[in-house]
T-cell receptor, first 113, second 113 residues
Framework: SAVISQKPSRDICQRGTSLTIQCQVDSQVTMMFWYRQQPGQSLTLIATANQGSEATYESGFVIDKFPISRPNLTFSTLTVSNMSPEDSSIYLC??????????FGEGSRLTVL | GESVGLHLPTLSVQEGDNSIINCAYSNSASDYFIWYKQESGKGPQFIIDIRSNMDKRQGQRVTVLLNKTVKHLSLQIAATQPGDSAVYFCAEIRGGSQGNLIFGKGTKLSVKP
């Protein structure tokens, strides 16, 4: 299984600011994904981070709000822009290996005041 | 709309007993299902998966059953231990696209000593 490291593990941010979350994988992976988990809720896919091309966003998520970078096969970033309290969530990076199984990082717990 | 969901939000069992966590799905075209375990403060951890051409799959102390007739998925944990206390999510893959997992709402399993 892949080892996935996320930074920061948690942060408290002010309304209107932006925060960039980093995801580092210990091996090269083709596909990386960003999920959001709102408090007490399940996980929702934000976007697929494609190496060498723009990210593919799911319905309800847009690049201006959640810009993503994928500079190489082991690293990706997700920025949460112009934050509001509704953005308080756990943001999770995941990678795919094999036929469908996903491995997840520990998550970045974001609180927006 | 189409969704993956769970029958019970919480489940409390005695240590040593067997646990059964249920999941209903509505998309008959889904062909791959995964169970994840999420401990407090951690990211989801893969437990076991099953493809739609199977009706049962066993792992270490866990068994997943798939009933395509009624679109029902269950996770059975044998001899439940305190370390099994967590939130359990079922997830399905739609459209054959890796990473685009649709997660159910989750069941919180509490194990009483």
């Amino acid at each position: 299984s892949a080892v996935i490291s996320q930074k920061p593990s948690r942060d408290i941010c002010q309304r209107g600011t932006s925060l960039t979350i980093q995801c580092q994988v210990d091996s090269q992976v083709t596909m990386m994904f960003w999920y959001r988990q709102q408090p007490g809720q399940s996980l929702t896919l934000i976007a697929t981070a494609n190496q060498g091309s723009e990210a593919t966003y799911e319905s309800g998520f847009v690049i201006d709000k959640f810009p993503i970078s994928r500079p190489n096969l082991t690293f990706s970033t997700l920025t949460v822009s112009n934050m509001s309290p509704e953005d308080s969530s756990i943001y999770l990076c995941s990678v795919g290996q094999g036929a469908g199984e996903l491995f997840f990082g520990e998550g970045s717990r974001l609180t927006v005041l | 709309g189409e969704s993956v969901g769970l029958h019970l939000p919480t489940l409390s069992v005695q240590e040593g007993d067997n646990s059964i966590i249920n999941c209903a799905y509505s998309n008959s075209a889904s062909d791959y299902f995964i169970w994840y375990k999420q401990e407090s403060g951690k990211g989801p951890q893969f437990i076991i998966d099953i493809r739609s051409n199977m009706d049962k799959r066993q792992g270490q102390r866990v068994t997943v059953l798939l009933n395509k007739t009624v679109k029902h998925l269950s996770l059975q944990i044998a001899a439940t231990q305190p370390g099994d206390s967590a939130v359990y999510f079922c997830a399905e893959i739609r459209g054959g696209s890796q990473g685009n997992l649709i997660f159910g709402k989750g069941t919180k399993l509490s194990v009483k000593p």
